[in-house]
């Protein structure tokens, strides 16, 4: 009876570890605690953004664990070829989505906060390369860019643009993230779609 007991008691244990690592990895965290090198250029934190109107009380980049680690991971192999990432925009909780759709309630630059925005679930990341002293190397277009010389299949760029687009994306690639179609800046961790929406304030995450 009490080896039966201790069985179940150890199965309780090791069920509630997993679960606690599993909890540890999806954990919103702030991103400069994995890399504290990240250069970071929170534009919805400021008015240089397409909106022109502030709408993060903090430039923080807050990402899941799991995704904050695979983030430092190109940081480092980025500094081998003596460049460095610039961090655009990461995790956004849904009231901000909200804020952001009622200024500009249109799908084609806004994702419907009824379904969320990908930068809603701490697995997006919105991203460009600089030299190491700061200085953005040149990409296709600046960020929040509409038009189709931000997509990835376009081609009618410079030699430079192209070549640099294409360094951001095999160092994100390499460690996991998948690039969308549409803005050159923007990736997804593998298994995004796992991950639920939050609504975890900035100043709700240490
Ligand atoms: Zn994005």
Redesign the pocket.
């Known amino acids: 009876m009490r080896s039966t007991w201790f069985i179940r008691l150890n199965a309780l244990f090791f069920l509630a570890s997993l679960s606690f690592a599993d909890t540890n990895l999806s954990a919103l965290v702030d991103a400069k605690k994995f890399d504290f090198s990240l250069l970071l250029d929170i534009r919805y934190a400021t008015k240089n953004n397409f909106t022109k109107v502030v709408v993060y009380p903090e430039a923080r980049c807050l990402l899941r664990k799991s995704v904050a680690q695979a983030l430092s991971r190109v940081q480092s192999a980025l500094k081998v070829q003596r460049l460095q990432l610039k961090v655009f925009?990461c995790y956004r909780p849904l009231s901000v989505q909200r804020k952001l759709w009622q200024l500009v309630p249109d799908e084609r630059y806004v994702a419907n906060p009824e379904k969320g925005s990908?930068?809603n679930r701490g697995a997006?990341v919105?991203v460009s390369i600089c030299d190491l002293d700061g200085k953005e190397i040149e990409m296709p277009t600046g960020y929040d860019d509409f038009t189709e010389k931000a997509h990835r299949n376009y081609f009618k760029l410079s030699k430079k643009a192209i070549r640099n687009r294409e360094i951001l994306e095999n160092a994100m690639a390499k460690e996991g993230f998948v690039g969308l179609d549409t803005?050159w800046w923007?990736f997804d961790y593998r298994g995004w779609e796992a991950f639920p929406i939050e609504d975890v304030s900035f100043s709700g995450v240490p």
């Open positions: 925009d990908r930068h997006a919105d803005e923007h």
